[in-house]
């Protein structure tokens, strides 16, 4: 398995948020913690504990090469349904100016694991064309393992942003972003909503999904893209939307399941403009995914547009 697949040994943090109670596990304590980088942990007692926060945790891009933040399964960070949880953009000048190549440096390099990021909303945040609800990335490299994501938003229109949980633009050298272990939504009240992409939204970026869940995600727009006269766009990816040109998505050993677009791909949305775009789903379950305008013949649930038709193994699209 890559290594990018794998937790992160956190055994030696850098930092520790919080002194052994929920009290002093903190908004403020995250947001520093998360700007200073290196290995974070929690220390916030001996039950689980819901960090709300008062202001989006933002990466600076020259703390550090890597930052791992591990809630050691105990921990949720919360955005209140007000703003987004975490915030990373190496062409963000306000985070620190890195390298003289913003969208192709390989660092900062992010893992969450073992959290839960709740209700984040970033609804009317429209930088970088939007999106990401509980995580944005540009730049860089992120990778989730063993989290959860419930209840994110983002705007409810627009043709081509999205992303309720995450959205990426860019990553280093164009290696694949990794989810592995994760869920998103998981039960009816429990998934994204967005325009596009309940779970997942990107351009132009690779993903693997590992032993994953998505269920009950919407896509909410209306219009697709470009958007149909008349309407406001969006609407695509119930669960997962990807555009650009060449990138490729691999889906294994997951279940996407009772996610809804209203216009395209219930399940999972790629478009690759240039037909240069791969995608494999493998030992995967994809069921009960309704695209309520459109989708490919053959591919329940899912809208393609690449090389090729997506190659399915050992999986089944209902």
């Not at 850098?14 to 520093?32: D, E, F, L, P």
């Not at 693997?208 to 008349?230: Q, T």
């Not at 399941?257 to 494999?280: K, Q, R």
């Not at 013949?297 to 090729?308: S, W």
């Amino acid at each position: 398995m890559q290594a990018a697949a794998r937790a992160t040994d956190t055994s030696h943090p850098t930092r520790v948020i919080g002194k052994g109670t929920a009290a002093s596990c903190t908004s403020q304590a995250v947001v520093a913690a998360v700007a200073a980088g290196g290995v974070i942990t929690f220390s916030c007692g001996p039950g689980p504990v819901t960090i709300t926060m008062a202001a989006t945790a933002k990466i600076r891009n020259a703390s550090g090469a890597r930052i791992v933040l591990d809630g050691g399964g105990k921990v949720t960070l919360s955005g209140g349904g007000k703003r987004r949880i975490l915030y990373m953009n190496t062409c963000d000048r306000a985070q620190g100016w890195a390298t003289s190549h913003c969208n192709d440096q390989d660092h900062p390099r992010l893992t969450v694991q073992n959290l839960t990021f709740a209700d984040g909303d970033a609804t009317g945040q429209r930088v970088e064309g939007g999106g990401g609800g509980a995580i944005f990335v540009r730049g860089g490299r992120i990778n989730v393992v063993n989290s959860r994501f419930v209840r994110n938003r983002c705007d409810a229109t627009g043709p081509d942003l999205g992303g309720a949980a995450i959205r990426v633009l860019d990553q280093s050298h164009d290696l694949p972003v990794y989810i592995v272990n994760s869920t998103f939504g998981g039960a009816a009240g429990l998934g994204g909503v967005c325009a596009n992409g309940g779970a997942l939204s990107s351009i132009g970026v690779s993903w693997v999904v590992l032993n994953s869940v998505m269920s009950y995600n919407r896509a909410i727009g209306r219009g697709a893209n470009p958007a149909r006269g008349g309407t406001p766009g969006g609407g695509s990816g119930g669960a997962i939307y990807t555009d650009g040109n060449r990138f490729t998505v691999r889906i294994a050993g997951s279940i996407i399941e009772n996610n809804h677009a209203n216009e395209g791909g219930g399940a999972v949305f790629f478009v690759s403009n240039d037909l240069t775009g791969t995608m494999g789903i493998e030992g995967s379950t994809l069921r009960h995914n309704p695209s309520a305008g459109f989708e490919t013949h053959g591919f329940r649930g899912v809208f393609f547009r690449g090389a090729r038709n997506p190659t399915v193994t050992s999986s089944t699209l209902t």
